[in-house]
């Protein structure tokens, strides 16, 4: 059984559809990436599954428990990291466990409290109020207290957005840790590194729903095919290059100062100019083709 | 027989959690004690220092100028006896305002709650309790600085936190239900005119709700600050059968306000 099925689920806010028909199943023991640009619905998805939201329509199974008649049982098997911090910065490192380890009915909260120490490696801050932590530090406690019941299900919404590049590393090497022990993780995310890096799977999802699922090498191998050319030249030239390259039935997309033409292998002669600097096909030149959306 | 026993990766593995959780709403308080204890001095500094003030230039400066008693009762002792009401509305309704918006809206608090398992009415029962709690123990500060200025001590006295703890309880689910329903953070003030600051003045604190045209006596009834008062007072000086009625009230008003303050807050917390 999934641990996350979802079927023809829509959530509205007035005229908004954020969640339009959404299919998604997690399998248990993989990480699943959620990929997509902001607006894309993953937000209000986690959101359904910890109940905080209520779908207009479709069905949601977390953890075998029927949404939302039973979300109370799923919410105490799956541990959730938000997006924002809102850790309990006056109260101590140790408190802020115990008190989840409460809410969580866990039964040893002292070897709980230990366990999650551990994995947010601040067992010599345990002491300290959280506002004397640094970014880092705060947002390795964040996951851990995620997971101070050891849940079966780890949902994380966009866990190092925001945060400086060595403090993306250090969540990203206890997310790490986490998928090869086995817990079944879903992770949104707009940043593709992220996604690439962590993800067993990725599911990309745009206005509401998963457009395309697979490996991230499926989906390359798919969407992108081999190579991709990048063209660094002047406006001008860029959209002559575009045009030729859009003429012959390839995919162009807008790379920052280059253009990026998407499945170079397949390209007759004189459609990728000599001077395009030729590399393997990317996640995020799929994610661009299918969204329409530069990537952060 | 051993697929029977053997949990399905993915599948379900508990019976149906209860709501109104005894762990769930302690869980919750834990998390107030934590918070509390970082701030409590300050705390307990106003609850203490507030209420000497208020009887220093209420109840010295009237008593001695203006009014020397008030039905037999010398006046700082009728003020004093009336404070506790206003040290109960001050230390709940508030609070439950200010600490309710700002947990939900600023600190996202409720975000990690309500993903742990938790509903809204465990939170707000959770929440209505502490505050409850907290006020049931600073309303008595009054009476005990009122000791000093002559009241004499009555074993009545020792159901005064018990009638704190009800009121308050009313007005933490009324401050919450509050937090649920205003758009911003500005309009409590209206709250605050239109509503707290017209109950505790027409409490009976500091002059008998006797003296006010009819219509402000019957009106008076309605406010369980009033009740409140009369309460205290009945504790010290002696209790009427009539006095049932004002728990009874209070306890009305509580779990309305409790009702209120979960469907309020619930369409606030989830969408």
Redesign the interface.
Known sequence: ????ELKQVV?T?GEIRAVDGLDLEV???ICLGLLGPNGAGKS?TM?LL?????ADSGSLRV???ELPE?S??A???MG?V?Q?D?L?I??TVE?NL???S????VKDIDAAVDRALDIARLQDRRKD?VDELSGGMRRRLLVA?GLVHSPRLFLLDEPTVGLDPQIRTEVWDLIEELRSGGT?ILMSTHYIEEAERLADEVAVMAKGKVIARGTPAELIAEYAGRDTAEVYAPPARRAEVRAAAEEAGLEVRAAGPAIAIVGAERASNGVVPDDAVLRPASLEDVFVLLTGEELE | MSGASTPVPGGARRGRMRRLEPAAIAGVMSREVANFRTFWKSTAFSSTVEPIVYLLAFGLGLGATVVADVDGLEYVQFVGTGMVATAVIFSSVFPAMFGTFVKHRFQNTYDAILAAPVDTEELVTAEMLWIGCRAAVFGCFPLIVTFFFGLQPAWGMLLVPFFCLITSLGFAGFGIAVAGTVAKIDQFNYVTTLVVTPLFLVAGTFFPISGLPEWAQVAAQFNPLHQLVELVRAACFGFEWNDLLRVGFLLVFSFVTWRIAIVQLRKRLID
């Open positions: 059984m999934a641990a996350i959530k806010f399998p248990a023991g209000t959101k910890t109940a905080q939201a209520i953890l075998g428990y039973r109370k049982e919410r105490a098997e959730v938000p924002l809102n309990d006056d109260v408190d115990r008190i989840f409460r809410l969580y009915r109020a207290r079944t």
